[in-house]
């Protein structure tokens, strides 16, 4: 069980990716500190998907990308069906998808409900 979305640090430049890449996309160093990429993110942008690949139970399938406060970008499914870009959503461990029955796990991104 995985709970903490984690990203990959430069030690050469301080960029902070993810997902991990063979090479630092800012300097090309290939030294990495795994570090949190927090609990709470903006969504930037969304799309709705409605053609879905065998093993999704989900239509439409809300992706968006989201930006964490270190300005790390990532790219999941969003669970609710009002996306709206800027609001504040946290990194939640559950069932993607099923292929070949089995199911495969990952983050989708959850409103932080206002109060
Ligand atoms: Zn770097």
Redesign the pocket.
């Known amino acids: 069980m995985q709970e903490k979305m984690m990203g990959w640090k430069?030690?050469?430049?301080?960029?902070v990716m993810y997902p991990k890449h063979e090479r630092?996309?800012?300097?090309?160093?290939i030294v990495f500190d795994e570090v949190s990429l927090g609990d709470e993110c903006n969504l930037i942008t969304y799309t709705k998907l409605y053609s879905l690949p065998r093993g999704i139970e989900i239509s439409p399938l809300t992706l968006g990308i989201v930006e964490f406060n270190n300005k790390v970008k990532a790219l999941g499914q969003i669970t609710t069906n009002k996306p709206e870009p800027g609001m504040k959503l946290h990194p939640a461990w559950g069932k993607l998808r099923t292929i070949d029955e089995k199911e495969v796990y990952g983050f989708k991104f959850e409103p932080i409900t206002q109060e």
């Open positions: 430069c030690r050469r430049c301080g960029k630092c996309l800012g300097c090309k160093g």
